[in-house]
């Protein structure tokens, strides 16, 4: 009976999350034809303006049928007993728990994203390329395509397997040393990154001598913050949108610029936006992020640790065996409102902090150049300047450029 309930309830958190998604996006999607606001005029002419509209369009369309595909497709799988397929495929393989969970989750990893690789090269090679975005080659998609699974599975891997191990080994318990292996690799990932990861991916060079780098070097100096490494990233490989992050602590700090972002703004604009950066880390927002992600990963795995034994969660979605791993996928499913809640706060947090950051700017630096920068990024970007507050609450993690210029603008 417990089980049948649970089926439902995770049944009903699928679509009810996918329906509020769903209007969230129709109540955005309503506002594209809306008027420039008048503090932003001078953005788009008309063409661009209406080009922009196509973009964003374009985009929404996608998006009601790729997270439709999604949803018809978990669906069919809880109904129809594709878990319990995968799940005794795996055991005909192997009587090993841990090797059984690899297999399990492998296979259900490689099947969505082979049915995702479509979905991912329609909106690359027809949507981006339309709108002139897309950069990247067809050997260069694919080739991504390889290295990121070939990570996911040697990490993903790994880590599950570590898991399930300590779960084996401690029970219960598990939860403590797992937390511990995770917050050990994010503080490691945070630190080396750009160093291990980006490389695969993206070939990164020290920003050159010249006029740029003696205005950085001397803003840097000027707020007393140690900066030996400032890399160039040959974004423009892949797409003609411009980015900007900061990575690492202490002598493994670093600002990466992308080779659009020079190219598109000017050198005192390009100074706003590394002020910016500098911003997030004099106000310990980096160090904040990775703290409250390792605290909600141990909550996480806390509660999970409560639940994991109770062989109903593995039942309800389809399983003739319960096990760790399909209490994991049952497990996701019903915690998934709370991580809900979660993101909804860090996504409030974050649009704080980039208020916080864009005010250290304004105030060690100069908020005009910031406000040019930010117009034509979202120029350039052909960004939606009149989005739904709602669509805002939900899925920002930066304020609205009008929001932000107002800002800058007190």
């Given at each position: 009976m417990f089980m049948s309930i649970l089926f439902y309830v995770i049944l009903g958190i699928i679509i009810l999350q996918f329906l509020i998604d769903a209007i969230v996006d129709y109540l955005n999607a309503k506002k594209f034809k809306e008027a420039i606001p008048q503090e932003l005029d001078g953005i788009f002419n008309k063409e661009e303006y209406i080009k922009s509209q196509r973009y964003k369009t374009a985009n929404y369309r996608f998006g009601i049928f790729s997270g439709s595909f999604s949803v018809l497709l978990t669906l069919s799988f809880l109904l129809f007993g594709g878990f319990a397929w995968v799940d005794n495929l795996a055991r005909s393989i192997t009587n090993n728990p841990i090797l059984i969970a690899t297999i399990f989750f492998g296979i259900i990893m490689i099947g969505n994203s082979i049915l995702n690789v479509p979905l991912s090269y329609y909106s690359t090679f027809v949507i981006e390329e339309k709108f002139g975005f897309n950069k990247t080659t067809k050997k260069l998609f694919f080739i991504d395509l390889i290295k990121s699974w070939f990570l996911t599975a040697i990490i993903g891997g790994a880590l599950?397997?570590?898991?399930?191990?300590?779960?084996?080994?401690?029970?219960?318990?598990?939860?403590?040393?797992?937390?511990?292996?995770?917050?050990?690799?994010?503080?490691?990932?945070?630190?080396?990154?750009?160093?291990?990861?980006?490389?695969?991916?993206?070939?990164?060079?020290?920003?050159?001598?010249?006029?740029?780098?003696?205005?950085?070097?001397?803003?840097?100096?000027?707020?007393?913050?140690?900066?030996?490494?400032?890399?160039?990233?040959?974004?423009?490989?892949?797409?003609?949108?411009?980015?900007?992050?900061?990575?690492?602590?202490?002598?493994?700090?670093?600002?990466?610029?992308y080779d659009t972002l020079v190219k598109d703004l000017d050198e005192e604009e390009i100074i706003a936006v590394l002020a910016h950066e500098v911003g997030h880390y004099k106000r310990k927002h980096i160090l904040f992020n990775l703290t409250a992600s390792i605290l909600l990963?141990?909550?996480?795995?806390?509660?999970?640790?409560?639940?994991?034994?109770?062989?109903?969660?593995?039942?309800?979605?389809?399983?003739?065996?319960?096990?760790?791993?399909?209490?994991?996928?049952?497990?996701?499913?019903?915690?998934?409102?709370?991580?809900?809640?979660?993101?909804?706060?860090?996504?409030?947090?974050?649009?704080?902090?980039?208020?916080?950051?864009?005010?250290?700017?304004?105030?060690?630096?100069?908020?005009?150049?910031?406000?040019?920068?930010?117009?034509?990024?979202?120029?350039?970007?052909l960004s939606n300047l009149t989005p739904h507050p709602a669509y805002v609450f939900m899925n920002y993690s930066h304020p609205t450029l009008i929001d932000r210029i107002n800002n800058l603008k007190k």
């Open positions: 599950l397997a570590l898991v399930i191990w300590f779960y084996n080994w401690a029970g219960t318990n598990f939860w403590v040393y797992a937390w511990a292996v995770i917050a050990t690799i994010s503080i490691f990932m945070n630190m080396f990154y750009s160093k291990l990861i980006v490389p695969l991916f993206n070939k990164q060079t020290p920003l050159e001598n010249g006029s740029l780098k003696t205005k950085i070097e001397a803003y840097a100096k000027k707020v007393g913050f140690e900066l030996q490494n400032i890399f160039i990233i040959d974004g423009s490989k892949r797409s003609t949108k411009a980015n900007a992050y900061f990575s690492g602590f202490g002598k493994q700090k670093r600002i990466t610029l990963t141990g909550l996480t795995l806390y509660i999970l640790s409560i639940f994991i034994n109770t062989p109903s969660i593995s039942l309800a979605i389809g399983v003739t065996v319960p096990s760790f791993h399909a209490a994991l996928i049952g497990f996701g499913i019903l915690y998934s409102p709370i991580s809900e809640i979660t993101s909804l706060i860090m996504n409030y947090l974050s649009r704080k902090f980039e208020y916080q950051a864009d005010d250290y700017a304004k105030k060690t630096y100069a908020s005009s150049p910031l406000i040019t920068s930010l117009k034509k990024l979202s120029k350039t970007s």
